[in-house]
């Protein structure tokens, strides 16, 4: 097993986050690193994701949401061509710290009879979870404090 993890503490309420993580329509505007997603975080449903690492081509994948908790959790188990081959399981958790910050993580573990084979690729998977934790941080500071125009 290999896991990666990127934190975040994110000046903004955890409902906030969680509105800027699950309006996946809107990820091609913000997101770095998984530049589109589509379907509907509920348990049990099929996404549909590709994401881009820094200096790679990117690929699609089809994962399963595991758990969708509102303000808390969404994770997904998605896997390359057949379960059991290499499978990562990707997690966003959102933890309240007080009314107007979260912290928030972005892990996966990976797991199956290709991760030796391709363990020295998940560096740049790395990169993609730091860059995309701060422009969600971006993404949702600005949703709490909206700017004010004078006229």
Do not use: C
């Not at 770095?32 to 509907?40: K, N």
């Not at 290499?86 to 710290?97: K, N, P, Q, T, Y």
């Not at 422009?135 to 004078?150: D, F, M, N, V, W």
């Amino acid at each position: 097993m290999k896991e990666l993890r990127a934190e975040i503490v994110i000046d903004a309420p955890a409902s906030d986050v969680w509105a800027v993580l699950t309006d996946f329509v809107e990820y091609p505007t913000w997101n770095p690193f998984i530049t589109s997603l589509s379907g509907e975080a509920v348990e049990g449903a099929r996404l549909d994701a590709f994401i881009r690492p820094p200096g790679q081509k990117g690929m699609r994948f089809r994962p399963r949401v595991l758990s969708a908790k509102r303000d808390r959790e969404l994770r997904w188990l998605g896997n390359l061509i057949v379960p059991g081959l290499f499978d990562g399981e990707h997690s966003f958790r959102l933890e309240a710290l007080d009314a107007q910050r979260t912290r928030f993580t972005q892990s996966e573990r990976f797991t199956g009879l290709l991760l030796p084979v391709l363990a020295g690729t998940l560096d740049a998977a790395q990169s993609g979870f730091e860059q995309m934790n701060v422009a969600l941080k971006e993404r949702a500071i600005g949703r709490a404090r909206p700017s004010t125009s004078s006229g």
